[in-house]
Structure formats: C-alpha cells, structure tokens
C-alpha cells in the first residue's frame, strides 16, 4: 500500500523530468486547496534538494508562498528557499520577512526550525547578510533553547558560524555560544564548543 510519503516521492520523481508537471506544482502554491498547496510544497521542497536549478527560476513563487496559512506549506517552501541560497542568495532575499514570521510561529515547531535553517544559510553567504539576520538568529537561539528542535537548530548554527560573517556576528556569536560550550552538556556543549571553535 503507497503512503502519503511514497505518492509524493513518486511527484517528485515526475516533476524532477517534466517542467510541465514541476509547474503544475508552483501553480498549486497558489491555489485555494490547502491540501494541494501543502503537497505541492513537499514536492517541491525534495526536487530543490536534489535540482535546486529546477526551482531557482520560480523562487518568487515559493517566497509568495510564505503567506499561506498552513505551516506545512511554509516549512516546506522554506526548506526549499534553504537549497536555492547556496545557488542564488540575492534571489532569497525578499525571502527573509517570511522567515522573521515564521521564526515566531508558536503552533509549529518544524515552521520555525525550517526558518532557522534558512536565516542560518542565507546569513553564511556575506558579511552582509551575516549582519542583516544576525538578530534573527540570535534572538532564536535565546526563545528556543531548550525546546525540541533546538538541537537540530543548533546544527545550522554551526553552519552558519562556518559562513563568512562579519567580525562583530563572530564576536557576538561566541559570546552567545560561550556559557554552553563551557557548562552545557552531551550534545549541546559539543555543538556549542563547535560553533566556538569555527569562529576562532
């Protein structure tokens, strides 16, 4: 019996072959049925992981995407947005206020991962941009500590604290990571020591 997760994977697969199909699922971003846009999304999200230049034309699309109401839809969009930064980050920029929203989303913890994720990408390719979504980022690290996705938001911090920063993101970074490098422990004081030691 195929699952939810087969029948998209099947999309994807088609969608990755034949724009026509691929459109079809930008369109749907757009469209008035939540359950469409939200299994469109997740079509898209896995063809930009695997082709991000497939998606990179309609990257408006998928940022206009970021309004809809339903979580799923918006994580996944910005999963893709995540994967077209490291090929066209100036593309991603109006992409950024989506992201703010979702970062404070209160309902859903895989929205407001999967915008840390993106703030954390776009902001490790400039100085720049590094400036620009630092308060975002620093201010998630401080609201999420703790919570379920926290470590797996601190594996784009790591990420991130690799990027091209400015010096004051790196300074301020370090002293943000600094108390759970040295007294946090298992895994949070190892990602902490991590992102201490890339800023270095």
Same mark, same amino acid.
């Given at each position: ?74 994580? #996944?969009?910005? !999963?893709? @947005?995540?994967?077209? *930064?490291?090929?066209? /980050? ?5 992409? %950024? ?51 379920? #996705?926290?470590? !797996?938001? @601190?594996?784009?911090? *790591?990420?991130?604290? /690799? ?5 004051? %993101? ?31």
């Amino acid at each position: 019996m195929s699952t939810r997760a087969d029948d998209i994977r099947q999309q994807a697969d088609k969608a990755l072959k034949n724009t026509k199909q691929l459109e079809t699922h930008i369109n749907n971003l757009e469209g008035s049925s939540r359950r469409d846009r939200q299994q469109s999304a997740a079509v898209i999200a896995i063809v930009a992981k695997e082709n991000p230049e497939l998606i990179e034309p309609y990257t408006k699309s998928v940022i206009d995407a970021l309004n809809r109401p339903e979580a799923q839809t918006r994580w #996944e969009c910005l !999963d893709a @947005l995540s994967e077209i *930064v490291q090929i066209d /980050a100036r593309s991603c920029e109006r992409a %950024v206020q989506g992201a703010e929203t979702a970062l404070y989303d209160e309902d859903s913890g895989p929205l407001r991962l999967a915008a840390m994720r993106f703030l954390c990408r776009y902001g490790a390719t400039t100085e720049n941009r590094s400036e620009k979504v630092w308060s975002l980022i620093d201010e998630g690290i401080q609201c999420y500590h703790g919570d379920l #996705e926290f470590q !797996d938001m @601190l594996i784009a911090v *790591v990420d991130f604290s /690799a990027g091209k920063l400015s010096s004051q %993101v790196k300074e301020e970074l370090a002293a943000r990571m600094k108390f759970d490098a040295e007294n946090g422990k298992g895994t949070l004081k190892k990602r902490a020591s991590q992102i201490v030691e890339n800023l270095k």
